[in-house]
């Protein structure tokens, strides 16, 4: 089982990025997938996901109206869109997958906020 994150790197304040989840070995179709940050001293939280499978979408309110999450299971992939960043967005992004037997975790990538 693996999920592999890409997409971070250092951005302005006010700039966008895209990040990129990539899962294998497990049936990606059938498990929520979510994005959860952790900052510095700070304890991991959940930005961004989807209720179930098929399911609706939740944003944390830091950033409802700026990330969006999406999926392609014909790519086993979940995105995250997100736009107007600001420097306390800086984290290391996870992506999450879940079902109702198990969860798996990515080894994160570093998005960093700054002029």
């Known amino acids: 089982v693996q999920l592999v994150e890409s997409g971070g790197g250092l951005v302005q304040p006010g700039g966008s990025l895209r990040l990129s989840c990539a899962a294998s070995?497990?049936?990606?179709?059938?498990?929520?997938m979510s994005w959860y940050r952790q900052a510095p001293g700070k304890e991991r939280e959940r930005v961004a996901g989807f209720a179930s499978a098929g399911g609706s979408t939740n944003y944390a309110d830091s950033v409802k109206g700026r990330f969006t999450i999406s999926r392609d299971n014909a790519k086993n992939t979940v995105y995250l869109q997100m736009n107007s960043l600001k420097p306390e967005d800086t984290a290391v992004y996870y992506c999450?997958?879940?079902?109702?037997?198990?969860?798996?975790w990515g080894q994160g990538t570093q998005v960093t906020v700054s002029s």
């Open positions: 999450h997958a879940r079902n109702s037997l198990r969860d798996y």
């Open positions: 070995g497990f049936t990606f179709s059938i498990f929520a």
